[in-house]
């Protein structure tokens, strides 16, 4: 089955503490894994994809294949950071399944 | 334009109207797509187009109808819809690069659906 799980459904952590929000996948497949987040009020975008292994904003997330997780980190979270993320599992024919999502809420 | 706009903002409906919802992008986006989302629920994948031909349909109820006149615009086009249906309706779009299989998804602000 495709499925992608967010444990988490809020995760609260104070500003300057390091975070990371939880995402495991099932996909027989070669998957592609994003994050996308939405702040209050605003759409729903890209924060990082697999594939560009980049770092956004502080974010990075790597794709561990063997433990089938995609986890997304940042080693001192911000007040802006407050968000809804969801982890994004690609599976071709550009089908996205999207996890539950995490509400990460950073105190001052 | 490096935005999806979606039309209208919100809308209400009885369930035997006749209504559309209407998306569109400028990017030269070839791929878009239709996405449902509940209160406090991830979006759920109803149609994708590529290419202005339907290549994904996920099982969506036939009073929900899609249609993708040209490349720049899509719509929903909704019909003796169900209270259950009210919801948040996403667009997106996405390059439809040659040999991509996923891509990044560029989202509208959504229609605000509510069915009396």
């Known amino acids: 089955a495709q499925r992608v799980t967010q444990p988490e459904k809020l995760l609260s952590v104070f500003k300057g503490a390091p975070v990371e929000l939880k995402c495991n996948y099932s996909?027989?497949?070669?998957?592609?894994l994003f994050w996308y987040v939405q702040y209050s009020r605003q759409r729903l975008q890209l924060l990082l994809r697999h594939i560009s292994r980049e770092s956004i904003k502080g974010f990075t997330a790597d794709l561990n294949k063997g433990e089938t997780s995609f986890h997304l980190k940042k080693p001192f979270a911000q007040e802006e950071d407050s968000a809804m993320y969801y982890c994004?599992?690609?599976?071709?024919?550009?089908?996205?399944?999207f996890g539950a999502g995490t509400r990460l809420f950073v105190k001052a | 334009d490096t935005e999806v706009t979606q039309t209208p903002k919100h809308l209400v409906m009885g369930m035997t109207n006749k209504k559309s919802l209407k998306c569109e992008q400028h990017?030269?986006?070839?791929?878009m797509y239709w996405y449902k989302q509940k209160a406090k629920k991830p979006p759920e994948l109803m149609f994708v187009y590529s290419y202005e031909k339907l290549s994904i349909n996920e099982s969506v109820p036939s009073r929900f109808s899609p249609e993708c006149p040209n490349s720049s615009l899509l719509n929903l086009h909704l019909h003796a819809l169900q209270p259950e249906d009210s919801a948040l309706y996403l667009c997106?779009?996405?390059?439809?690069?040659?040999?991509?299989?996923?891509?990044?998804?560029?989202f509208g602000p959504g229609t605000r659906l509510l069915v009396l």
């Open positions: 996909y027989s497949g070669s998957p592609e």
């Open positions: 990017m030269g986006h070839r791929a």
């Open positions: 994004a599992l690609g599976t071709g024919g550009f089908k996205t399944i």
């Open positions: 997106a779009s996405s390059q439809r690069a040659q040999g991509a299989s996923q891509e990044t998804q560029y």
